[in-house]
């Protein structure tokens, strides 16, 4: 039996169906439009600018490092061009060591450059390429060209690298850049340069390099780049040049410190030499020194770990950051504070019988017997201990205090270095503070005053701070900021400005006073205890001779350096400036374990002075007697005949200094 179908019904579902349908594509359509109008009209303008940025990158362009020069224009400082082999080991195929050990049959990889790049690697992000070769030859670079499709990851980059032309020579002020570590980029990026240092990757670690780094680096620039959906360039569409870095004049004189360095020989220690009327510094030694350009590229961990741990302690900046007893080289201030404060005239005499006795203590003098009758002259010039001892203690601590720190000791300098250590200026209260958590330690003791009135006990300054005071006594108490950099040459413009145009204030003095005080240290180079190294001179130049003791002997025992470990010798000293009449030039020089400060210090500001002031180097010909470099190690009875011996103080007072 045929069934009949319901055509009505029929017709009813399709229509139905198809309205269903209808709907669906329509409220599809409608979405569609809807999301259309929504990205064309409402969010037009903010998809636009994505897209633009989509289109156009921003390429940093770093600009050149300013150069770093001498006063006379010797370069010490400098950039080059050069191919660097980089990885970048996010976008490695194969394994790290693999990558490497296939580069190294194209291009030589030693052991260093492994361990430095495992260090780099360790302060890095995956994603930022690192240097595993720099200063690739033009036969490396061809080689690995030909070979880049091997090695995706790996990239030959074209980089201006750091040179330090004149490797270890004032390495302490010049410093080093280094690559931008982890600590620094966030630094950077929280501070108002972090867009300027977008794509840089190094950055000033230490010395001028560091405390000058903005100036340095100069102004980031940038190239919009259009590019494809793939990252390809197409084209430039606009240049923003970078500027250049300011290039800095230093006020060192670079043939001055070369020969200062080759001066101190194997010796330790520090020298800072100043222009009186100006503060330029004209040399900053700190001994020994480093090659700063073993950290432009990153430091390998061997060469870290001999600079490290050396006994030399060579990254130790000594006239910023090392303290020292100023030994004798204080007595010259001492006497001036008694003249400008009225407790001695010049003509005043004492009786030095060899000794000073207080509450029961004898302080002994540097000369067995003492002087005999000594007046303010022969004070400096023969420098006696026992002057000091009596003067001192009618001053009394705070009258000494007060009157030094105005010339600077145990006070900031200013210099235009980061870390400068301010040393101790000792004072009542200064050791109220020091020892807070000790009231018996507080009290300030009469034996204490006795030892600083010879520049011994409490006092602590950095030979950076001993060439200021002497700088500033040269110069009548007009003081200048002490300073390296002398001039910054803009690197767009290259107009110049002076980074110390005026004087910072004036240390009240009677001019009498003053110039007593430098005829005296004119006594210590013609008939006290410099003559002998500055005899046939030249020229005339006042001076101060100076040894601190580091080690304590035993009371009725006498100092004999043979049976003194070598780095508890002790320190010799030596202050200067010249010529007498007009100084051009003011020296401070420590020379750690040195022995006494005429027979070691002495002798290398002798040839600073010949050089700065006659043009005369070291291996002319010299008549003057240079000790020998074991002159430490002479007899006590040799030591007595020359120059006395040092005696134990006994209590609390500190032994005594030999010239």
């Known amino acids: 039996m045929t069934e009949l179908k319901d055509n009505q019904l029929e017709l009813h579902k399709f229509r139905l169906r198809l309205t269903v349908v209808g709907g669906v594509v329509f409220t599809c359509f409608a979405l569609l439009l809807a999301r259309l109008v929504w990205l064309q009209v409402v969010k037009h303008e903010d998809y636009a600018v994505k897209a633009e940025d989509n289109r156009i990158s921003l390429v940093p362009i770093q600009p050149n490092r300013g ?49 430095r790049f495992r260090h780099l690697l360790e302060e890095s992000k995956r994603f930022e390429s690192v240097p595993l070769r720099t200063r690739l030859t033009d036969e490396e670079v061809a080689r690995f060209t030909a070979q880049h499709f091997r090695f995706p990851g790996v990239e030959i980059q074209a980089r201006l690298f750091r040179q330090y032309p004149l490797g270890e020579t004032a390495s302490h002020v010049i410093g080093f850049i280094g690559r931008v570590n982890q600590a620094e980029a966030k630094a950077l990026a929280d501070s108002d340069q972090g867009a300027n240092y977008n794509g840089a990757d190094h950055i000033g670690k230490e010395g001028i390099e560091k405390s000058y780094e903005r100036q340095l680096h100069g102004t980031t620039g940038y190239e919009e780049v259009e590019v494809s959906a793939g990252g390809r360039a197409v084209r430039t569409l606009s240049r923003r040049n970078a500027t250049p870095g300011s290039n800095l004049i230093l006020s060192i004189d670079i043939e001055l410190q070369k020969v200062i360095e080759e001066a101190f020989g194997e010796w330790r220690g520090a020298l800072v030499a100043i222009e009186p009327e100006t503060g330029d510094i004209l040399a900053y030694v700190s001994r020994p020194g480093f090659d700063p350009n073993l950290f432009v590229d990153g430091i390998d961990t061997q060469s870290w770990n001999e600079l490290n741990t050396s ?304 043009g005369k180097r070291p291996n002319q010909k010299d008549t003057t007697p240079v000790p020998k470099e074991d002159a430490v190690l002479r007899s006590v009875d040799d030591i007595e005949a020359e120059h006395g011996v040092v005696e134990p103080k006994p209590g609390v007072d500190t032994p005594g200094n030999t010239e």
Request: aromatic content about 10%.
């Open 67 to 115: 150069l770093i020069v001498d006063r006379n224009g010797v370069v010490l400082a400098r950039n080059y061009s050069a191919y660097t082999l980089e990885i970048t080991p996010s976008k490695l195929t194969a394994t790290l060591d693999e990558t490497i050990d296939a580069l190294s049959k194209l291009v030589v990889i030693d052991i260093k450059d492994r361990k």
């Open 311 to 614: 006994l030399d302690r060579p990254m130790v900046n000594r006239p910023l950051s090392g303290t020292y007893p100023p030994g004798s080289t204080f007595k010259p201030f001492m006497a001036l504070a008694a003249l400008e404060r009225g407790y001695r005239t010049p003509g005043q005499s004492i009786h030095d019988a060899g000794f000073f006795t207080l509450g029961g203590h004898r302080f002994r003098d540097d000369k067995p017997g003492g002087h005999g009758t000594v007046d303010m002259f022969k004070s400096i010039s023969e420098s006696c201990d026992t002057y000091y001892y009596i003067l001192g203690n009618e001053m009394g601590i705070d009258t000494i205090s007060e009157f030094m720190k105005p010339f600077g000791f145990g006070q900031l300098t200013g210099i235009d270095l980061e870390h400068e250590k301010q040393g101790v200026l000792p004072s009542k209260e200064w050791k109220r503070n020091r020892f807070k958590k000790n009231a018996a330690a507080q009290r300030w003791q009469l034996g204490d005053t006795i030892s600083i009135s010879i520049g011994n006990g409490y006092n602590n300054y950095t030979p950076l701070q001993m060439a200021h005071a002497v700088a500033n006594l040269a110069n009548n108490g007009v003081v200048m900021k002490p300073h390296l950099v002398k001039i910054l040459e803009d690197g767009g413009t290259h107009a110049r400005q002076l980074t110390v145009a005026r004087e910072s204030y004036r240390i009240p003095l009677k001019q009498q006073n003053v110039d007593f005080i430098k005829s005296a240290m004119v006594g210590v180079t013609t008939s006290g205890t410099a003559s002998k190294v500055f005899a046939n001179a030249g020229y005339i130049s006042g001076g101060k001779t100076g040894t601190a003791q580091l080690f304590a002997i035993k009371k009725n025992e006498k100092y004999n350096a043979k049976l003194v470990a070598a780095h508890l010798r002790d320190n010799a000293l030596y202050t200067a400036f010249a010529p007498a009449d007009k100084p051009r030039i003011a020296i401070a020089v420590v020379v750690e374990n040195g022995g006494f400060g005429a027979a070691v210090a002495a002798p290398i500001v002798r040839k600073a002075l010949d050089f700065y002031l006659l």
